[in-house]
């Protein structure tokens, strides 16, 4: 059994099963398969790139451990990055893997029967990119005895309130977001190709500072430029810039796969007045939201501050503001829980952190200038230190 390297201890680990379970036993839930990479790790420490093969975290409401499943050749990487006893991780061989004659969820299925939980109420995380349609179908059939109930969000909504080292990595996510936007201003120039400025972002955001280094965050570089910032989620071409350019990065740190996102636009020479208008509405918007955030304040009354500062310079934008943000992978680092919008009456608590991302697209161009913020007792600190501006170059 090989030693694990966890980044939190297994006390903290414990306490966020813990409030699974109590999650769990509201739901009627006894039995709860996890296939969201983000949540495996959340619970059990495991982090490795093989969410795309089908694997899971078994928690049973009665037991003190969950149960890894995962692929023969990843059950290595379970030793080495989760609290979990040497029989608590289980595989599959790997003929299992994209075959057309049995699936994963059959290896499933057989270890619940094995188990006696059979013909139990098993929550499935329906509603997330690793959950497909035919781990249904193996499960309806393998389990016809069982009751399979939609437990999306379940574990996700235990996440949005961080524990003090779990802000710890975020702030630290933060100082490599700072590194790399810096990196990023500083290379956008007319002749420039893009791909060259992402390859000192992507260079900056993992080298990372002397005292730690970077991991690889759940969405890449977004770099829309001239016309392209119309829309926010272009990356890069091997296109040059030209004089005149509008240029949006959005990206993020990313350290021990907590995420701390940041967006700002750049000007390749003099921005044009209806540029400088848009960027005076965007940041005294993000200005207004930022101050009106502290405790018990809704989601959507954030949202309202700021619906209500840009109509004033004659803006409007009907798209969410923001949402939860912190571990996560590929393709997404949103927590899928808590979003600024109208609607959403989720109250703001301590420890809480949200990207706020109040862009406005407009036909032909746009401007993003976001930040990532924990709620705090009183209101709320920023956990990158950036100006909040066009920057003109």
């Not at 006696?116 to 497909?132: L, Q, S």
């Not at 990313?254 to 390749?268: E, F, Q």
């Not at 808590?338 to 746009?366: A, C, E, F």
Request: charged content about 25%; overall charge negative.
């Amino acid at each position: 059994m090989a030693t694990p390297e966890l980044s939190f201890d297994i006390a903290e680990y414990k306490e966020r099963l813990r409030k699974t379970k109590i999650r769990m036993e509201q739901e009627g839930i006894e039995v709860l398969l996890v296939t969201d990479p983000a949540n495996m790790c959340y619970l059990s420490g495991y982090d490795g790139w093989s969410f795309y093969v089908h694997q899971m975290l078994v928690v049973f409401g009665d037991e003190e451990q969950p149960v890894w499943i995962g692929r023969k050749m990843d059950a290595k990487a379970a030793e080495f990055t989760t609290w979990l006893s040497h029989e608590n991780i289980l595989y599959y061989s790997d003929d299992y893997v994209q075959s057309k004659i049995k699936h994963p969820m059959d290896f499933v299925c057989d270890f619940l029967k094995e188990k006696g939980r059979a013909n139990k109420t098993i929550g499935v995380e329906m509603d997330n990119y690793y959950f497909t349609a035919q781990c249904y179908v193996s499960l309806m059939k393998g389990l016809p005895n069982s009751r399979l109930v939609d437990a999306t969000s379940l574990v996700n909504w235990v996440r949005v309130i961080k524990s003090d080292r779990e802000i710890e990595l975020m702030k630290r996510a933060a100082k490599l977001v700072e590194k790399a936007m810096q990196s990023g201003i500083d290379k956008i120039n007319a002749g420039v190709r893009e791909c060259d400025v992402v390859a000192d972002i992507y260079h900056a955001e993992i080298t990372g500072t002397e005292e730690f280094g970077g991991d690889y965050p759940a969405i890449v570089p977004l770099l829309p430029a001239g016309e392209k910032t119309s829309t926010p989620h272009i990356t890069w071409s091997d296109n040059r810039y030209k004089e005149g350019d509008l240029v949006i990065l959005e990206l993020a740190g990313c350290c021990k796969r907590y995420h701390s996102p940041m967006a700002r636009t750049v000007s390749i020479g003099k921005p044009s007045q209806r540029v400088l208008d848009l960027t005076e509405a965007v940041v005294e918007g993000i200005n207004a939201a930022l101050d009106a955030v502290k405790p018990g304040v809704t989601a959507e009354e954030v949202e309202a501050v700021w619906r209500s500062t840009i109509a004033k310079h004659g803006f409007v934008k009907d798209s969410r503001i923001g949402y939860s943000t912190g571990l996560n992978y590929p393709p997404d680092w949103g927590e899928h829980t808590i979003s600024l919008r109208q609607g959403d009456k989720t109250v703001l608590q301590p420890n809480m952190t949200i990207h706020m991302i109040p862009g406005i697209w407009q036909d032909n161009y746009g401007v993003e200038i976001s930040e990532t913020f924990r709620v705090t007792e009183n209101g709320c600190e920023t956990l990158a230190n950036f100006p909040r501006q066009l920057f003109v170059k």
